[in-house]
Nanobody, 111 residues
Framework: VRLVESGGGSVQAGGSLRLSCAVS????????IDWYRQAPGKERELVAS???????DYADSVKGRFTISAGSAKNTWFLQMNSLKPEDTAVYYC??????WGQGTQVTVSS
C-alpha cells in the first residue's frame, strides 16, 4: 500500500493551492479520510474530513476557504485551498482510514 500526497508549494497570501492524495495497492475503496496539518512547534490538527465522497466537515479556521473532495479515480482525494493565509503554513497530511501516515506535503504562505 502506498500513500502519496502532493501539490504543496510556496504561495503569497491570498493565493491558492490544490493538494492531492492517492492510495495505490489497496484493493478496497476507502470511504473516510482526513486532512491534517502540522505547523512548526505545534501539534497536528485536523483540517477537513470527508465520508463517502460527499459528507464533508472542516475546522473553523479553514471553513469557507478549503474544500475537500474525492477524485473520480478510486482512492484519490483533493484539498482545494483558497485565500491562503500565512497561518496556513504547515506540512499537510492526508489520513485515509486503515492506511498509515504518509510523508506529507509542505505548504508555505508568505505575507
Amino acid at each position: 500500500v502506498r500513500l502519496v500526497e502532493s501539490g504543496g508549494g510556496s504561495v503569497q497570501a491570498g493565493g491558492s493551492l490544490r493538494l492531492s492524495c492517492a492510495v495505490s495497492g489497496y484493493a478496497l475503496r476507502i470511504y473516510y479520510i482526513d486532512w491534517y496539518r502540522q505547523a512548526p512547534g505545534k501539534e497536528r490538527e485536523l483540517v477537513a474530513s470527508i465520508i463517502n465522497g460527499d459528507r464533508d466537515d472542516y475546522a473553523d479556521s479553514v471553513k469557507g476557504r478549503f474544500t475537500i473532495s474525492a477524485g473520480s479515480a478510486k482512492n484519490t482525494w483533493f484539498l482545494q485551498m483558497n485565500s491562503l493565509k500565512p497561518e496556513d503554513t504547515a506540512v499537510y497530511y492526508c489520513k485515509p482510514e486503515r492506511v498509515e501516515w504518509g510523508q506529507g506535503t509542505q505548504v508555505t504562505v508568505s505575507s
